[in-house]
């Protein structure tokens, strides 16, 4: 299983980016899928994640901002982020609770990060 994630960028602190991220490979479900984010001299933490069945959850610091949503056909992922703050800036990565076909256990897999940048 791949993860491919896209559409970070350099943005003004208001501004607006949605990233994405696609997972291939030989999966049967995905069960959680997720967003976390590391900024320098940071540890990686949580920004949102939705359930199988829709379930959302967000950081204090992203609610009312940063919309998380999934598309099950195309085993994706996105994350739209409005209102942009310079302390949003970090890498973003994706994490999806994948079982693959042939297997009854559940993996988490990551994406390789996306930059984001929010400067004026």
């Known amino acids: 299983v791949q993860l491919q994630a896209s559409g970070g960028g350099l943005v003004q602190p208001g501004g607006s980016l949605r990233l994405s991220c696609a997972a291939s490979?030989?999966?049967?479900?995905?069960?959680?899928m997720g967003w976390y984010r590391q900024a320098p001299g940071k540890q990686r933490e949580l920004v949102a994640t939705?359930?199988?069945?829709?379930?959302?959850d967000y950081a204090d610091a992203v609610k009312g901002r940063f919309t998380i949503s999934r598309d099950d056909a195309k085993n994706t992922v996105s994350l739209q982020t409005n209102m942009l703050k310079p302390e949003d800036t970090a890498v973003y990565y994706c994490?999806?609770?994948?079982?693959?076909?042939?297997?009854?256990?559940?993996?988490?897999?990551w994406g390789q990060g996306t930059q984001v940048t929010v400067s004026s």
């Open positions: 490979g030989t999966i049967s479900a995905i069960n959680v």
């Open positions: 939705i359930t199988s069945g829709g379930v959302t």
């Open positions: 994490n999806l609770r994948v079982r693959t076909r042939g297997s009854w256990s559940w993996t988490n897999y």
